[in-house]
């Protein structure tokens, strides 16, 4: 990045919602307009294996009216290099950098930077029926840890932001019945 280039956001929809782990000076609950979430894209580096991968949250376009809830963060000035390094390598796994506008409580940030996956990358599972997701989910473990972890982490921060999914709900819903 050029010295005088503006601040550096990025938008959290998945994991980047509770372990963010790069450098941030602000942080904001907030969402993006015109997305919905779904957990469509497979996971064969963080939370499955290859041959057995997990699931993971990606965006979709949705309609206007729709709304996705995540975390919008400022990275600290001077870190914006080594936060996207960082970055491009975790969200490696068929994930592409976009821009979208982000509304918090303090108004709107646009050009945000936000990693999502699409139908295009080799990585891609898309959609199933919820049981089929809610047990792939229980049966997935990779180096980042369990699945499970990273659903119900997840939906317990949007909970807790005023940003209940329901996609995620009803998923977290389902596994958590199962595993009793
Ligand atoms: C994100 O959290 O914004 C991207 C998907 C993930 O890493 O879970």
Redesign the pocket.
């Known amino acids: 990045m050029s010295a005088d280039a503006g601040p550096l956001w990025i938008?959290?929809?998945?994991?980047?919602?509770w372990r963010p782990a790069f450098a941030h000076v602000e942080r904001h609950p907030g969402f993006v307009r015109g997305f919905t979430r779904r957990f469509w894209q497979g996971s064969t580096d963080?939370r499955g294996v290859p041959g057995a991968p997990g699931r993971?949250?990606?965006l979709l376009p949705a309609g206007a009216d729709q709304r996705c809830w995540?975390t919008v963060y400022r990275v600290r000035p001077g870190s914006e290099g080594e936060v996207l390094t960082g970055l491009d390598h975790?969200?490696q796994g068929g994930?592409v950098r976009e821009r979208v506008e982000v509304t918090h409580a303090g108004g709107q940030i646009r050009d945000v930077l936000?990693?999502?996956a699409t139908p295009a990358n080799p990585e891609w599972l898309g959609d199933a029926p919820l049981e089929q997701i809610a047990a792939q989910v229980i049966a997935s473990v990779g180096p980042s840890g369990a699945n499970v972890e990273?659903l119900l982490r997840l939906h317990d921060a949007l909970v807790d932001m005023g940003g209940r999914d329901e996609h995620v709900a009803a998923l977290a819903e389902l596994v958590r019945g199962r595993l009793g």
């Not at 938008?11 to 919602?17: D, K, R």
């Open positions: 938008f959290g929809y998945g994991s980047l919602v963080h993971v949250v990606t995540g975790r969200e994930y936000v990693y999502l990273y």
